[in-house]
């Protein structure tokens, strides 16, 4: 093998995750990560939001990725999470049939993680609007997850996430963490939020885990690389072998 390539669909008016996840691969020579994008621009509740995330426009973009033979293909997107966690596992499940590699998502990848740490009671921040959170909320609720606190930013214009400044992000960890839950999870990959998990955690003392980071350590495990191998900046998550 030449090499480890994982696909990632990625939303059109997204920033974030790309450069993201080529940092975090960074040390890993034998991997590359490969995008084909999607027509995202609006997150809210509406018909055109809602449809936006329709099944056959993601096998479409898959299908490209699979022209590049990936050995793992990756919706780097969280629309799950106020959808409902059905649509990724079958986003995942229609990737895995009909190119014969690993999928997963970022949403997929978080409750996986989650369930690995026995997390039940958890905080949660997004950037997303009123009724896109309370969604969430009610979709994690029905898991039988205990959401001790939220904060979300009231924005529903994809490219706008990327504008929020470090400390806004940070201000809703902190306040989230004082109700001291299990985890605290950060869901929308167009938030500059991947780099501030470290020092978060450090200042907290609450397990942080953000839907870019978690997409790409989800995805790396599926491949068969450790994702320690990225190194501790990205967190508690990338410290451990498991």
Known sequence: MSGIRIGMLT?????????????????????????????????????????????????????????????????????????GFHEDEALASAIKDAHDVPATASMLALNHIMDVHDCRRIGLVTPYSHDVQARIQENYTALGYDITAERHSGISINYEFSEIEAEPICEMVRDVAKSRPQCIIIICTNLRSAGLVQALEAETGIPIYDSTSAVVWHTLKLVGVNPARCGARWGSLFSASD
């Open 11 to 83: 939303p059109s008016s997204n920033t974030v995750l790309e450069p993201i996840t080529q940092a975090i691969i960074a040390p890993l020579e034998e991997v590359t990560a490969h995008f084909s994008r999607l027509k995202v621009t609006e997150i809210s509740l509406n018909s055109y939001g809602l449809a936006q995330f329709e099944l056959e426009p993601f096998v479409q973009a898959a299908s490209l990725l699979a022209d590049a033979r990936m050995h793992a293909i990756t919706w780097n997107g969280t629309s799950a999470a106020w959808r």
